[in-house]
C-alpha cells in the first residue's frame, strides 16, 4: 500500500469553495480520498472537479456549526482551513472585526476539531486533522491584529489537541502557507510596493501556488505523517529561512 495514498478514506475540508481549501480538496480526490466540501457558499465549482465529492452547507458565523456535521457516515480526514482577515492599524481595529476573525479562525476550528474527535472517538478509529494557520502563527505581520492572534492560536491549539489526541488515534497538525495567490492576499498583490517587497524576501522567487498547499495536506493526512503530531509545517517558498 501506498503510504502517501488517501485510499478508502474520507476528507472534509471547510471553505472547499475557492483558493487554498479547493486546492486541498482537489489534491485529497486526486489522492484517493472520498472528499466532502464545506463552504458558507455553493462548493459546485470545486465538486465538479474531483470524482465522487459531494458538498455541505457550513457556516461560521456560527462557530459551533459543524456540531453535527460528523455524526453521520464516518469522516477521517478534517482540514480546518475556513478563515478570514480584516485588515486595519492596530489603532483602529473594531470589536466587531476582532470578533469575527477569532470566531472563524479560531473558535470554530476549535470547536469542529472537537466535533471532529467525538466522532472518531465514538467508533473507535482513527484520524487526521489538518489545521491551516499562517506565517503570522510566527511572525507579527501589519495591520492584521486579529489576523495574528487567531493564527497563534492555530499553532498553540494544535499542539494541546495533538497532547491529548495523539495516543488516542489522531493525527493533528498543521501548515504555515506563506504568501498564496487566493483571495486572501488580493490586497497585497494589488499595492505594487507592497508584492514586490513581499516577493523579493521570498527565496523561490515566486508566490505560492494554492496547490502547494494542497500537496502538504494530503501528506500531512496520509499514513506517511503517521509519526508526526503537534507539527505546524511551512509551505512558504523558503520564507521563514531568511
Ligand atoms: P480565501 O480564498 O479567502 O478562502 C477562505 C475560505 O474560507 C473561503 O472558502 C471562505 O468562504 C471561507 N470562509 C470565510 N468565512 C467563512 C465562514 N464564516 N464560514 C465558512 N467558511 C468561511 O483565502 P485562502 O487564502 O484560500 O484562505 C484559506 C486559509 O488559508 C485561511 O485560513 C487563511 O487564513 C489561510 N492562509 C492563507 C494565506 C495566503 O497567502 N493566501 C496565507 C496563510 C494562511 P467564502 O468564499 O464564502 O468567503
Known amino acids: 500500500?501506498?503510504?502517501?495514498?488517501?485510499?478508502?478514506?474520507?476528507?472534509?475540508?471547510?471553505?472547499?469553495?475557492?483558493?487554498?481549501?479547493?486546492?486541498?480538496?482537489?489534491?485529497?480526490?486526486?489522492?484517493?480520498?472520498?472528499?466532502?466540501?464545506?463552504?458558507?457558499?455553493?462548493?459546485?465549482?470545486?465538486?465538479?472537479?474531483?470524482?465522487?465529492?459531494?458538498?455541505?452547507?457550513?457556516?461560521?458565523?456560527?462557530p459551533m456549526a459543524a456540531r453535527d456535521v460528523f455524526s453521520g457516515e464516518p469522516i477521517d480526514i478534517l482540514v480546518n482551513n475556513a478563515g478570514i482577515i480584516r485588515r486595519s492599524d492596530a489603532v483602529d481595529m473594531r470589536e466587531e472585526d476582532w470578533d469575527a476573525v477569532i470566531d472563524v479562525n479560531q473558535k470554530a476550528l476549535f470547536f469542529t476539531s472537537q466535533?471532529?474527535?467525538?466522532?472518531?472517538?465514538?467508533?473507535?478509529?482513527t484520524g487526521a486533522i489538518v489545521n491551516i494557520a499562517s506565517l503570522l502563527?510566527?511572525?507579527g505581520g501589519i495591520r492584521v491584529a486579529a489576523?495574528?492572534?487567531?493564527?497563534h492560536a492555530v499553532a498553540g491549539i494544535t499542539?494541546?489537541?495533538?497532547?491529548?489526541?495523539?495516543?488516542?488515534?489522531?493525527?493533528?497538525?498543521?501548515?504555515?502557507?506563506?504568501?498564496?495567490?487566493?483571495?486572501?492576499?488580493?490586497?497585497?498583490?494589488n499595492d505594487p510596493d507592497r508584492s514586490q517587497a513581499i516577493l523579493d524576501r521570498i527565496p523561490a522567487g515566486r508566490w505560492g501556488e494554492a496547490k502547494d498547499i494542497g500537496e502538504a495536506a494530503v501528506f500531512l493526512a496520509s499514513p506517511a505523517a503517521g509519526y508526526i503530531h503537534g507539527t505546524v509545517l511551512s509551505v512558504d517558498g523558503g520564507w521563514l529561512a531568511r
Request: include cysteine; glycine fraction near 10%.
Open 147 to 151: 489576523y495574528t492572534a487567531s493564527k
Open 137 to 139: 502563527a510566527f511572525q
Open 1 to 62: 500500500m501506498n503510504p502517501f495514498s488517501l485510499e478508502g478514506r474520507t476528507a472534509l475540508v471547510t471553505g472547499a469553495n475557492t483558493g487554498i481549501g479547493q486546492a486541498i480538496a482537489i489534491s485529497m480526490g486526486r489522492a484517493g480520498a472520498k472528499v466532502i466540501c464545506a463552504g458558507r457558499r455553493s462548493c459546485a465549482e470545486t465538486v465538479a472537479q474531483i470524482e465522487g465529492a459531494r458538498e455541505i452547507t457550513l457556516d461560521f458565523a456560527d
Open 115 to 125: 466535533a471532529f474527535a467525538r466522532a472518531v472517538f465514538d467508533r473507535g478509529g
Open 159 to 189: 499542539r494541546v489537541l495533538a497532547n491529548e489526541w495523539a495516543a488516542r488515534g489522531i493525527n493533528v497538525n498543521a501548515i504555515a502557507p506563506g504568501y498564496i495567490e487566493t483571495n486572501n492576499t488580493e490586497a497585497l498583490r
